[in-house]
């Protein structure tokens, strides 16, 4: 079937998108001011009104370095831009029939990624659910998560909430329902769900996948020490000149040694940029958030069986095993048990496919059965020998479940403390 074009109106104007056969996708709605200029640093601000806007073509990704783990995942070739605070929504139809949403916030160690690659695109979910899926991008390095003193925190948090926000305002013109929303997040997204719910949250179901929450959030003056190695390596002293710099120069500064050598003291092995436990944006410690926020949302939750097989020099070993369970298997436990004691419902998994000897079932690999998106893979190191057979059924496994707790907040198999081996 050929696509044509369709259109819905937001409180900012009249958007363009692109009827596929299966479903709507409209990309690259801004749902904040473009983060450039005196913009650089600071807080999202309102998007511009329009009157009629083209989102039929894909919109440029927040600049990055590339991924640690392009060598298990596959490279991400797409134009970047500072210019990137957009979403992308894929909608069965343009009607008042209020299905229920899921808004996905992508990993990526807070430094890589985007809402809407191939990799991520929600059109499968949203044909076989009867949902509504949304991607944002979020600002990444030190674009969003530097942390000086003196400077808002957290600011690729702060874009979530705004794109939250959006769509919690603008999504019945997409035949969405702003009172039926779920945050889905991996690895970093699902950590950011985390400090989210520490907040006000427009959402009270969530699926956290493979987050980092045994790693916690950084304290704001570990944080700051690391920032201003970032601005030194950068060649700025403060954030007026950091604001002036080219881009790149902030990312390049990343790999600068004296930056590298700062980031080893982090005993934890967090990654150079993520959440700051700032006071304002977020008060409290994972731990804290798990024991007094917990309770704000229904989840999903889960890992994989060898989450750091797909990070560099790492082998599926008794230690590697042990770490994984460390940052990813016992924290998501720990939420698990913290939702139920606060009165929530609490569903664990834990994804067993290994097609691999080398990756196992590492770090990212339910990725493209969360989706269907296989084929947009391609020959992904970590997918190297999965079969059609295996393809097919675990992909309508997770999706029918993610589908139904999307949908009526349950899976198939009995809540925690059972962890349902998906294999």
């Not at 979020?138 to 794109?163: H, I, K, S, T």
């Not at 959402?203 to 980092?212: D, G, V």
């Not at 080893?264 to 977020?282: Q, S, T, W, Y």
Request: charged residues 20%.
């Amino acid at each position: 079937m050929t696509s044509h074009t369709v259109s819905t109106t937001t409180r900012q104007g009249k958007v363009i998108g692109l009827h596929t056969g299966q479903t709507n996708v409209f990309r690259a709605i801004p749902y904040a001011a473009p983060p450039v200029g005196p913009l650089r640093f600071a807080p999202p601000s309102p998007p511009a009104a329009y009157a009629e806007l083209d989102c039929t073509r894909p919109g440029p990704l927040a600049p990055q370095l590339p991924s640690r783990l392009e060598d298990v995942m596959g490279p991400l070739n797409h134009p970047q831009s500072e210019d990137c605070l957009h979403l992308t929504v894929w909608t069965p139809a343009l009607d008042k029939r209020k299905r229920p949403v899921v808004i996905w916030l992508h990993g990526g160690a807070w430094q890589s990624g985007g809402g809407a690659p191939d990799w991520y695109s929600g059109e499968k979910l949203a044909a076989l659910g009867d949902i509504v899926v949304v991607a944002p991008n979020y600002r990444l390095a030190a674009l969003g998560w530097l942390y000086v003193p003196g400077m808002p925190a957290n600011l690729g948090l702060l874009d979530q909430e705004a794109a939250i926000q959006w769509v919690a305002e603008n999504i019945e013109s997409f035949g969405g329902d702003p009172s039926a929303i779920t945050l889905m997040g991996q690895s970093a997204g699902g950590s950011c769900i985390a400090g989210l719910l520490s907040r006000k949250p427009l959402f009270s179901r969530a699926i956290l996948q493979s987050a980092s929450l045994g790693r916690g959030f950084r304290p704001a003056h570990e944080a700051s020490l690391l920032g201003q190695k970032v601005l030194e390596a950068a060649g700025a002293q403060n954030l007026e000149q950091a604001r002036a710099l080219p881009y790149h120069e902030l990312l390049q500064a990343q790999r600068a040694p004296a930056v590298l050598e700062a980031l080893k003291n982090d005993e934890i092995g967090r990654a150079l940029f993520c959440p700051v436990i700032d006071g304002e944006v977020i008060a409290d410690s994972i731990e804290e958030i798990r024991e007094g926020n917990a309770g704000k949302a229904d989840v999903l939750i889960g890992y994989t069986r060898n989450e750091m097989a797909a990070f560099p020099n790492v082998q599926i070993d008794d230690a590697s095993q042990a770490a994984g369970d460390k940052v990813f298997g016992a924290p998501s436990r720990d939420w698990a048990q913290a939702a139920c004691a606060q009165g929530r419902s609490a569903w664990v998994y834990r994804f067993d496919h290994a097609p691999t000897q080398r990756y196992g079932a590492c770090h990212c690999i339910e990725l493209p059965f969360v989706f269907g998106t296989l084929d947009a893979f391609g020959a992904a190191p970590m997918l190297v020998g999965t079969t059609a057979a295996d393809a097919a059924r675990l992909t309508e496994r997770i999706q029918s479940n993610w589908i139904t707790f999307i949908r009526d907040g349950s899976v198939d198999w009995p809540q925690f403390p059972q962890v349902e081996i998906l294999a």
